[in-house]
Nanobody
């Protein structure tokens, strides 16, 4: 069982930046990353990174603005979000999976509780 603890998030004006962090404990994971959900819409993958080799996958909508990174020893993943847009608003969830393809379109087994990101215009 992998437990995920998120931190970060908050409110910012369009064009601003926020940083999300997630630390994993227990079990093992081979992929970890961030998803987001807006009320009325399906949850979508934002960015993921493989552990420990660091292969990354991004939603094309954020490729030029978001950067995912990790501290392998601390099992921590960070999402740096720059040039935020109102459409980035949503609840951001940290997720992890044991094995398989590390992709924003993959199925993930473990989830954090979520953190709100609000971008105002």
């Amino acid at each position: 069982q992998v437990h995920l603890l998120e931190s970060g998030g908050g409110s910012v004006q369009a064009g601003g930046s926020l940083t999300l962090s997630c630390v994993a404990s227990g079990g093992t994971h081979r992929c970890m990353g961030w998803f987001r959900q807006v009320p009325g819409k399906e949850r979508e993958g934002v960015a993921v990174i493989s552990h420990p080799f660091g292969t990354k996958d991004y939603d094309p909508k954020v490729t030029d603005r978001f950067t995912i990174s990790q501290d392998v020893a601390k099992r921590t993943v960070t999402l740096q979000m720059n040039n935020l847009k109102p459409e980035d608003t949503g609840v951001y969830y940290c997720a992890a999976r044991h094995s398989g393809v590390c992709s924003v379109s993959a199925d993930f087994s473990y989830w954090g509780q979520g953190t709100q990101v609000t971008v105002s215009s």
